[in-house]
């Protein structure tokens, strides 16, 4: 097989972006390494080009600070992407696109009610009240998430958020803990996060949502005890399993 | 003049509550205790957002679901507080940068809702028997800044909206300055209108005016003042100095380039010119560095100024044609535990100051989006009317080509921001010194950034590098600095009428002199100008042409086609006289004693430790470092924070793209106290101590390039400026002895406060030096924490009794003027880390850290912690444990690394690197034993050195 029908077996991986995200480039590289083509598309581009949503095998919504968190993380972006793809984006999960959003992204998904979210579930303000920046250890939990439901190993990465507190009624967490959706947990929770939740899936299993920078581990170098020799955690394997996904 | 076009109306507002705890309350709490205000119990913050326009209940419903997150927050129309001890409410200026505001306002607009003017601001409802002393210090040093907002005591405040139908007198007034001005008339002139010129520079204006027989307008004079500035023009570090032997010297800033024409280092692209240094390690790839100060509007408004601070740096890397990689930050504060009456008027507390500058710089770096990988925070009394706030940053290029002037007809494009009252005459205002009224009388000199903004310029710059000719950005002085300076050589002609302001009544001067941020200046050939547009709409970037570079080195300036200033270039940059200044160096003492001093003897070392580890400037900064976004673009291999449970200090840090098998490492340099004793060895203990950070971490010390950071007193005072020409000497000696260019400087003079009290504060010689050092390999770095018990321990350099400024000798209250002689230069010290270096390079050594504040006991403690391991410090050679075991332990000796090498590979590291001396293992039992025996627990290291705040 040559390189060329190779290069076109890889599936085309978007990634969304508003002003003010900023972590796209890390995402990408991640998702490239992953076996995926990246490309990402600012609102501007995709207000002239729709039609790209439907063209994607596989839909980032990248981490960063949208309109600097003006009016709460995430709610402007998600009012611009409701207004300008919300239907393309619903259909696309309706015929199986897997999609992801991570740090900000997470919080623009669940307050476009992709996710658990507008009435059910919110990203509050850490406990510990200000922006943290520290490693932390995911647990892969959910066996409905086609992110997680193969991982097998924990994963190590970096949290970098000031909103990140997953905040749900009794209800909620309930529902969430029946229908398998909470995908990944934390093993120490940095920000007091309910149920010590770091991300969850939509109930089709596509739809993934969390705070923790995965793709900031994609590489063994990147581990912070890397000169003490470890070589565990890679986030890599997350977005191996979306693009694993969107191929098959 | 802060927001000054507001029209006040009424107005509907909402107020937003948090339904659960909010954290501000609990840290506004905490300050105010900190304060002594200890009566204060309870603090409940809500929201503001005022709406102005007919506004139905419709809009209600739509701006609620906005504003309001269900789960978490409650939204209320139109109430007001319920009855409490009191009720203080803020209210932000018009104009002050405010991403909520700004947001809705351009949702009002798409939405075509009936809203006419949008104002954000705060509510407090306090409960505590507080004295009126106490409310007024509570809202004045917490809650609330008149620099920034207005506020109103158990009153609702009444907000204030920018004035849509504004309008500004256009009149261009001339100054009576002409032949028959008499000198006493010129520096009332200069008084009233804040030009902060000298008086022969004055003389040199008149005669200049006087030449071209026609009157200068306010703009004229504005505009040279701003270029003629100490913070513009450096004015001291470009002086003829006349010191007291006599001997009048090149210019400080010529010395420092002599320096590195001497040096003549093969990686160096451009230094001392432009908006930052330029280097290049590898083929193909360029590095930009580059290191300001904000440390007057830091002190005003501690967020704001910290904030500007770090988008101005960023913006000075982008000026140089390079993509922004990383960010670093030296941070000088008062002492944590001040008390508060003893401060002067207008001074806040310096955990307040800290608080804002450390929220003002995580605010910026973490929003654009670039990695805060290395820093300093030191703190001093002497820092507590005159915070220093240092902001570096780092760039990259792979198509860098040197930038070439303005040719006749390029258009002058502005990029980004749009234009307003923010930071009119910041560049004289930081030249000169402050007072009680500083932050009245200058206020509009702070802003707050807007991070999102320059992040598109960032990405649209990356973009369009093939689109312009030159580029610089706009700084102090605003764009009469950026054009002025682009149109040097080459004239330009300006039409101010089509800036995009944020607000509308701004004058002529004002929009020629607004230090608005997130601006950028470009050349651009005419027929590049449409293509550079549409990708300016891509990615929503702001693009205004202005006017065009002429030919005729007249820097001409128009609004509304009326004109309003006609200069020559040549005179505005080159027509002020050079400054001649008179300095008396200093004569510090130098004669290195034979033993420790019986200031500390008579302590016990344990004890000096342990005090050590709990100083503020030694204690875990770990609760700082935890604020910045470290890890954004996974470049960051070596980080601030290192070790087994990622909590150890490392030393340099080294920042490697994932796809590159190198690398470069950042090094700082700084000492303060060292400056106070000897101005000169304090330069060179800086520049060693930058070099012996990027070496620690497996940086190649042969391709090195510095930075220098002066914060200074005022150099009008001879001592002070002897002091300067002392540190500049080490300076050229330190990087003479490396082979390692200085590429970039940055001088901030004048950080003195004179308190009401008419008491000068200065602050203490500063000077802080970045090493920035390649990395040949990534994968051989090497971090400070322990790896193994086994290991053996080595220190290399010579120690000597040098505790001169010492911070054994603070600990010990030992007085500044009689704790000895400060650390002498090791000349041995750059052969040696090259030999370092080699065995690193083999893989020879598997932890390193260096001695500095502290010495080797505070370096081998932090080894400890970092590894969550032992050490056993045995010695080959017999101590006096009287007294040469304190000068082991304690002294600040330069040249000197801690390393822990595998026993297999010893031999091959003490055959390699020479000076090395045995002198202890490292041991799984969790405690650190000093030679004399005494046994320190890893949990009794933890307890002294983790910090509270």
Same mark, same amino acid.
């Given at each position: 097989?040559?390189?060329?029908?190779?290069?076109?077996?890889?599936?085309?991986?978007?990634?969304?972006?508003?002003?003010?995200?900023?972590?796209?480039?890390?995402?990408?590289?991640?998702?490239?390494?992953?076996?995926?083509?990246?490309?990402?598309?600012?609102?501007?581009?995709?207000?002239?080009?729709?039609?790209?949503?439907?063209?994607?095998?596989?839909?980032?919504?990248?981490?960063?600070?949208?309109?600097?968190?003006?009016?709460?993380?995430?709610?402007?972006?998600?009012?611009?992407?409701?207004?300008?793809?919300?239907?393309?984006?619903?259909?696309?999960?309706?015929?199986?696109?897997?999609?992801?959003?991570?740090?900000?992204?997470?919080?623009?998904?669940?307050r476009m009610g992709m996710l658990p979210g507008a009435s059910d579930a919110a990203l509050g303000h850490n406990e510990s009240g200000g922006f943290q920046c520290r490693w932390v250890t995911m647990q892969p939990v959910s066996k409905k998430s086609v992110w997680t439901k193969h991982l097998t190993q924990e994963i190590y990465c970096p949290i970098a958020h000031g909103e990140g507190r997953f905040t749900c009624s009794d209800s909620t967490l309930a529902s969430l803990q029946r229908n398998d959706q909470i995908a990944l947990t934390y093993t120490t929770n940095p920000n007091g996060s309910r149920a010590d939740i770091a991300g969850v899936c939509d109930e089709s299993g596509l739809v993934l949502g969390l705070m923790p920078h995965a793709e900031n581990h994609v590489v063994a170098r990147q581990h912070p005890q890397f000169h003490r020799g470890a070589r565990n955690g890679l986030g890599l394997h997350l977005f191996t399993q979306g693009v694993l996904h969107a191929t098959s | 003049m802060a927001g000054g076009s507001g029209s006040i109306l009424l107005s509907q507002h909402i107020s937003v509550t948090s339904q659960g705890l909010d954290p501000r309350a609990a840290h506004i709490l905490q300050a105010a205790h900190d304060l002594g205000i200890s009566s204060l119990q309870d603090v409940a913050i809500t929201d503001l957002i005022f709406f102005r326009g007919s506004i139905t209940d419709e809009t209600r419903t739509l701006v609620e679901s906005l504003v309001v997150e269900p789960l978490l927050q409650r939204g209320q129309w139109n109430v007001e507080s319920a009855s409490a001890d009191f009720v203080i409410e803020t209210a932000l200026h018009p104009g002050v940068t405010d991403s909520i505001t700004t947001e809705l306002t351009r949702l009002a607009t798409r939405m075509s809702l009936p809203i006419t003017g949008v104002a954000s601001g705060k509510r407090f409802v306090i409960t505590g028997n507080l004295s009126h002393a106490q409310l007024q210090q509570l809202t004045s040093q917490l809650l609330a800044n008149p620099i920034i907002e207005r506020w109103s005591v158990n009153e609702p405040i009444t907000p204030t909206f920018i004035d849509a139908d504004a309008t500004a007198s256009t009149h261009v007034e001339h100054v009576q300055i002409d032949v028959n001005t008499s000198e006493q008339q010129l520096a009332e002139i200069n008084k009233d209108r804040g030009l902060a010129l000298d008086p022969q520079e004055l003389l040199a204006l008149q005669q200049h005016f006087a030449q071209r027989g026609q009157l200068p307008t306010d703009v004229e004079l504005e505009t040279i003042a701003q270029t003629w500035s100490e913070h513009c023009a450096h004015k001291t570090f470009r002086a003829a100095i006349t010191t007291d032997d006599g001997i009048t010297r090149p210019s400080l800033i010529n010395q420092l380039r002599a320096t590195t024409d001497t040096i003549n280092a093969p990686f160096v692209r451009?230094?001392?010119?432009?908006?930052a240094g330029i280097i290049s390690f590898t083929p193909g790839r360029t590095i930009a560095l580059k290191c300001e100060t904000h440390n007057h509007p830091s002190a005003i408004e501690p967020f704001g100024g910290a904030n500007t601070g770090v988008g101005g740096v960023i913006r000075d890397v982008m000026g140089a044609q390079h993509h922004p990689i990383a960010c670093t930050n030296i941070l000088c504060f008062g002492n944590p535990d001040t008390d508060p009456l003893s401060l002067p008027d207008g001074v806040f507390p310096p955990l307040r100051t800290r608080d804002g500058v450390i929220d003002g710089i995580a605010d910026y770096g973490n929003k654009i989006g670039l990695p805060t990988v290395a820093g300093a925070v030191l703190y001093d009394p002497a820092f507590t009317a005159n915070p220093l706030v240092f902001a570096g940053c780092i760039g990259v290029s792979n198509t860098f080509v040197d930038q070439v002037a303005p040719l006749p007809d390029d258009r002058v494009i502005v990029l980004g921001g749009r234009t307003g009252r923010d930071g009119l005459r910041g560049a004289t205002f930081s030249s000169m010194t402050m007072d009680a009224s500083t932050g009245d009388v200058s206020g509009a000199s702070v802003q707050i950034g807007d991070p999102i903004t320059e992040k598109l310029l960032i990405d649209l710059l990356h973009d369009a590098k093939h689109l312009y000719r030159s580029i610089t950005d706009c700084g102090a002085g605003g764009l009469s600095s950026a054009i002025g300076e682009m149109a040097e050589g080459v004239g330009a002609d300006v039409e101010l009428g089509d800036a995009p302001l944020k607000y509308p009544g701004l004058a002529p001067w004002e929009i020629w002199l607004s230090e608005a941020q997130e601006r950028m200046v470009l050349a651009v050939d005419p027929q590049n100008c449409a293509e550079l547009q549409a990708l300016c709409a891509i990615h929503g970037v702001e693009y205004v042409d202005l006017g065009f570079f002429t030919?005729?080195?007249?820097?001409? *300036?128009?609004?509304?086609?009326?004109?309003?200033?006609?200069?020559?270039?040549?005179?505005?940059?080159?027509?002020?006289?050079?400054?001649?200044?008179?300095?008396?160096?200093?004569?510090?003492?130098?004669?290195?004693?034979?033993?420790?001093?019986?200031?500390?003897?008579?302590?016990?070392?344990?004890?000096?430790?342990?005090?050590?580890?709990?100083?503020?400037?030694?204690?875990?900064?770990?609760?700082?470092?935890?604020?910045?976004?470290?890890?954004?673009?996974?470049?960051?291999?070596?980080?601030?924070?290192?070790?087994?449970?990622?909590?150890?200090?490392?030393?340099? *840090?080294?920042?490697?793209?994932?796809?590159?098998?190198?690398?470069?490492?950042?090094?700082?340099? *700084?000492?303060?106290?060292?400056?106070?004793?000897?101005?000169?060895?304090?330069?060179?203990?800086?520049?060693?101590?930058?070099?012996?950070?990027?070496?620690? *971490?497996?940086?190649?010390?042969?391709?090195?390039?510095?930075?220098?950071?002066?914060?200074?007193?005022?150099?009008?005072?001879?001592?002070?400026?002897?002091?300067?020409?002392?540190?500049?000497?080490?300076?050229?000696?330190?990087?003479?002895?490396?082979?390692?260019p200085f590429v970039s400087g940055k001088d901030s003079l004048n950080n003195e406060y004179v308190g009401t009290d008419g008491e000068r504060h200065s602050v203490p010689p500063t000077l802080v030096i970045t090493a920035i050092t390649h990395v040949p390999q990534a994968e051989n770095t090497v971090t400070s924490d322990l790896k193994q018990a086994g290991n053996v321990l080595l220190l290399t350099g010579t120690t000597k009794p040098e505790f001169g400024a010492s911070h054994a000798a603070m600990i010990c209250q030992e007085p500044l003027a009689t704790s000895g002689v400060v650390p002498d230069f090791d000349t041995s010290a750059p052969h040696r880390y090259r030999q370092l270096h080699q065995a690193m390079m083999q893989g020879l050594v598997v932890a390193c850290h260096d001695c500095s504040e502290g010495g080797v006991a505070v370096t081998l403690a932090e080894m400890c912690i970092g590894g969550r391991l032992g050490a056993h410090m045995i010695l080959q050679s017999p101590l006096d444990l009287a007294t040469d075991l304190y000068t082991l332990l304690f002294s600040e000796s330069l040249g000197r690394h801690i390393t822990e090498v595998e026993p297999h590979n010893l031999a091959a590291f003490q055959q390699l690197v020479g000076q090395s001396q045995i002198f202890g293992t490292v041991t799984d039992d969790q405690s650190l034993v000093l030679p004399d025996g005494a046994a320190l627990s890893m949990q009794t290291l933890l307890g002294a050195w983790q910090d509270g705040r």
């Open positions: 097989m040559n390189v060329t029908t190779k290069m076109n077996m890889k599936p085309h991986a978007l990634v969304l972006t508003a002003p003010g995200t900023n972590r796209h480039p890390d995402v990408m590289f991640a998702l490239e390494l992953a076996g995926a083509n990246a490309s990402s598309l600012n609102l501007n581009q995709l207000r002239d080009q729709p039609s790209a949503i439907a063209n994607a095998q596989l839909i980032v919504i990248a981490g960063g600070f949208s309109f600097a968190d003006a009016l709460g993380a995430g709610r402007l972006f998600a009012l611009e992407l409701s207004h300008l793809v919300g239907d393309a984006l619903r259909t696309a999960v309706a015929k199986g696109t897997p999609i992801i959003g991570i740090c900000n992204g997470f919080q623009t998904l669940v | 451009s230094a001392f010119v432009g908006n030919g005729d080195n007249q820097l001409t *300036v128009h609004y509304n086609n009326k004109p309003v200033l006609k200069l020559d270039t040549h005179f505005l940059h080159n027509g002020r006289p050079q400054r001649h200044m008179h300095a008396v160096m200093p004569t510090p003492l130098r004669n290195t004693p034979a033993s420790a001093p019986q200031w500390i003897t008579r302590q016990s070392p344990v004890d000096v430790l342990l005090a050590l580890l709990g100083h503020p400037n030694i204690a875990s900064k770990a609760n700082i470092i935890h604020r910045y976004d470290h890890e954004i673009r996974g470049a960051t291999m070596v980080r601030p924070l290192v070790g087994a449970v990622g909590d150890g200090h490392g030393d340099g *840090v080294v920042v490697a793209e994932p796809t590159d098998d190198f690398g470069i490492a950042i090094g700082i340099g *700084v000492n303060p106290w060292y400056g106070i004793l000897d101005a000169e060895r304090m330069a060179l203990a800086a520049v060693d101590e930058a070099l012996r950070n990027v070496v620690a *971490v497996g940086a190649d010390p042969d391709n090195t390039a510095l930075l220098d950071n002066f914060s200074w007193g005022d150099p009008q005072r001879a001592t002070t400026l002897g002091q300067l020409v002392a540190a500049v000497d080490g300076c050229c000696q330190g990087a003479l002895a490396f082979n390692a």
